[in-house]
């Protein structure tokens, strides 16, 4: 299939305001259904200053399945590379995997850059984490609480390993003050447009809303049982994602004959230049861009895209790429933020 490639340069990008805020959230287990709230405000009010979502010169086709790169950055401080988020936009439903720092503001950018107006934060309503290491966790408080301020309506769901519902409980707990400030306080903001329905999942379907169907499975990653992969499949387009992952050999079988792989990636060649203690956590614990490509190569996928790039010894991105193309002779793009395929 033709894959279509857009990227805008950074320059076009509004400075856009977003204020961190409180929220309230129910966090529930497996096999539970979602608590319903209910709202302990006395009137409504319209959000103290919800732009609209931003009118788009070219909109794109909804009738095709987008992928939008909002964050390609790893725990390095890289001033033009956000933490890790990717956008799945189908049908016009954007769905979210992961939510590294600065995810509510790269959303923001991308539904103007990108012409997908899915991507507008208040309409971001889905979310799921490959694991829930902080670089692809700091930018969930913001995911949960700022689009709340912008005018989001309806319950934030989010998927993830076991943890994940733990974890947005003890971020409600920590904004406590802040939320009774801003629904009790001259704001009056709604508790019930604030709600979040997280769920801890296990390997297997885990989301199927007609438009979107999900898969996780495990990868190595930290602790085994609580990193997951996500195949995405679509009316048109089925992808497969890595998350963060070591060598994971399995990961053909699952991925083959998929449109499009999504892969983290470090420099083989850079990587034989550190020492002993980093040699053996990448090699374990991430993907050499060689080895990539030849999972790519043996799943017969069509397209690769690295993002999470470690340029261990300085590498290039276009000596990342040629590594992937070592086995690999379909389409390799290496991952920018804002990029949209």
Request: hydrophobic share 40%; charged share 20%.
């Amino acid at each position: 299939m033709l894959i279509h490639r857009d990227i805008r340069p950074l320059s076009l990008l509004p400075v856009l305001l977003v204020v961190l805020i409180g929220t309230s959230c129910v966090a529930t287990r497996p096999n539970e259904p979602a608590p319903t709230a209910t709202s302990d405000s006395p009137r409504e009010a319209p959000p103290p200053f919800p732009p609209p979502a931003p009118e788009v010169a070219e909109p794109r086709d909804p009738a095709r399945t987008w992928i939008v790169l909002l964050g390609t950055g790893t725990p390095g401080s890289e001033p033009d590379r956000f933490g890790p988020a990717t956008a799945i936009v189908a049908d016009g439903n954007a769905y979210l995997i992961d939510a590294g720092p600065g995810v509510v503001r790269r959303a923001a950018a991308a539904s103007i850059v990108s012409g997908l107006a899915a991507l507008y934060p208040t309409n971001v309503r889905v979310a799921f984490f490959t694991h829930l290491h902080s670089d692809h966790t700091l930018g969930y408080p913001d995911l949960i609480l700022s689009p709340w301020v912008l005018g989001r309506s309806e319950p934030l769901r989010v998927y993830g390993p076991p943890g994940v519902a733990a974890m947005t409980t003890a971020l409600l707990e920590a904004y406590r003050e802040d939320i009774r400030a801003r629904v009790e306080g001259p704001e009056r903001l709604r508790r019930d447009h604030l709600a979040v329905q997280a769920r801890d999942v296990m390997p297997g379907l885990i989301f199927d809303d007609g438009i979107l169907q999900v898969d996780a499975f495990a990868v190595p990653h930290g602790t085994p049982d609580r990193a997951y992969g996500f195949k995405l499949t679509t009316a048109d387009r089925t992808i497969v994602m890595s998350g963060d992952s070591g060598p994971f050999d399995g990961l053909a079988a699952v991925a083959t004959g998929a449109d499009v792989l999504i892969h983290e990636a470090y420099g083989a060649e850079g990587l034989r230049d550190r020492d002993a203690e980093i040699q053996r956590y990448h090699a374990s614990e991430h993907t050499s861009a060689i080895k990539v490509g030849q999972i790519a190569s043996e799943a017969g996928v069509g397209m690769v895209i690295l993002t999470h790039q470690l340029h261990l010894g300085g590498e290039t991105e276009d000596a990342l790429v040629d590594q992937v193309r070592l086995s690999f002779d379909g389409e390799v793009a290496y991952g920018r933020d804002l990029d949209v395929f």
